[in-house]
């Protein structure tokens, strides 16, 4: 064996012992164990304490201040059965508020605990957010009795908010969502729902008419439902069709958002309640960029929908106002309006017929240079094919049938209104 190669098998075999030897020492050496860092305590002493103990129609009147709005007031209108924000109902009639967060609202109030006590008659209401609050809130229930408190920050725990009567410094948390709402301004409790959800059951509900004005069109889009037919007269699937600026059917599924749309249509967020001049200008309503009018039922749904323009103008929405809501101002996400970018192209039905054929009897073809007429007798099993008198051989009764499966499958990939298109 030679010396460089003995060497180094020495060497291999050192290594190996070595790594041995600190592998036994590792495994048998004493390791000491961290022990766990002990768990937090609670700042809170968890105690439940009761404010109030009443039901929703013991509660006549709240009056919120907060953040967001320097006051409102929400009554009771036929008392135990609707509420109202007294200060929108002064400006306008038939405002659609949103009765259902009002009732969890003052369901809460009227019931409201809370699931700890976080410091009695503490000296600094800074660090609860109690110096400021987030909202002032006054509670007139049925008994001529009254309930007053403060909302503060949120609690480290996650779970609630800091809390304070009005006139003491002890210091409570509460489940936030008790409270929450009492954070809003007036105008987000109306239902931003802009027109009711389309009864789809009721088959008697047809889209008769959309028409779609808008300032970049020299001519409005109207789309106008077809008229119901015997099965044996239908000439194709569509149930619309276009009578403006062309006359054309429409696809299904590339209209159903326009034709549909409209019917539970939600806006991002209302911003305003009683419009006056100055409003319709700020917000492009006097001249409106688009009017979306839908007929349906016998009854009208008009969108009118604000141009870009002037200081109000927020780039992040669209102001729009309702037929069914006049004096309210809503403000929507663009992407829900499908009205503001449709044009007859994206709307045209790509296949000219659609139809329901059960016989055929014959099939006229006019082009510049021919006028071609076949006739067909027989059934679907045996057929004799006729063109101009002349009876077709098997082969050009197959050419023909290529033709006709040809001829009502047709697509078109483009739509040319020029008299005279180029290309």
């Not at 409201?112 to 987030?134: F, I, N, S, W």
């Amino acid at each position: 064996m030679k010396k460089q190669l003995k060497i180094l098998l020495f060497s291999v075999i050192g290594l190996a012992v070595l790594g041995a030897t600190i592998l036994v020492l590792y495994l048998t050496q004493t390791v000491e164990v961290e022990p766990p860092p002990p768990e937090e305590e609670s700042p809170f002493v968890e105690t439940l304490t009761t404010f109030t103990d009443y039901s929703v129609e013991d509660v006549v009147s709240v009056y919120i201040t907060n953040l967001k709005d320097e006051g409102y007031s929400i009554n009771t209108y036929e008392v135990g059965k609707t509420f109202v924000i007294h200060e929108l109902t002064a400006r306008a009639d038939d405002i659609p508020f949103n009765q259902s967060a009002f009732y969890n609202a003052m369901s809460n109030v009227a019931n409201l605990t809370a699931y700890a006590t976080v410091e009695q008659d503490a000296d600094d209401l800074v660090k609860y957010g109690l110096a400021t609050p987030q909202a002032v809130v006054k509670v007139d229930f049925e008994d001529k009795s009254v309930f007053e408190f403060r909302v503060g920050d949120s609690t480290p725990d996650g779970n609630g908010v800091y809390f304070a009567l009005l006139e003491s410094n002890d210091v409570y948390a509460v489940v936030s969502d008790s409270v929450r709402a009492f954070l809003s301004e007036r105008f987000e409790w109306i239902q931003r729902t802009v027109f009711p959800e389309y009864d789809s059951s009721d088959e008697a509900v047809v889209i008769e008419r959309v028409t779609i004005q808008r300032q970049d069109l020299d001519e409005p889009i109207v789309i106008e439902s077809l008229p119901e037919l015997p099965l044996e007269e239908l000439t194709s699937f569509n149930s619309h069709r276009l009578t403006s600026p062309l006359s054309i059917e429409v696809d299904p599924e590339k209209s159903t958002s326009v034709i549909y749309g409209m019917f539970g249509l939600a806006a991002k967020e209302v911003l305003w309640v009683g419009l006056d001049e100055v409003d319709y200008v700020l917000t492009g309503l006097d001249e409106p960029y688009a009017v979306v009018e839908v007929v349906s039922g016998g009854e009208t749904f008009t969108l009118t929908v604000g141009d870009v323009k002037g200081e109000g103008v927020q780039a992040e929405g669209r102001y729009a106002i309702s037929s069914h809501v006049p004096d309210v101002l809503f403000l929507f996400e663009p992407q829900t309006l499908p009205w503001l970018s449709v044009t007859p192209e994206s709307l045209m039905a790509q296949m000219f017929l659609m139809p329901y054929i059960y016989s055929l009897s014959g099939l006229e073809v006019q082009t510049d240079s021919h006028d071609v007429s076949f006739t067909i007798s027989g059934n679907s099993v045996s057929n004799t094919v006729e063109l101009d008198g002349s009876t077709l051989n098997e082969r050009d009764r197959e050419r023909f049938g290529d033709l006709y499966r040809y001829i009502i499958s047709a697509k078109g990939e483009s739509l040319f209104t020029d008299e005279n298109p180029e290309g």
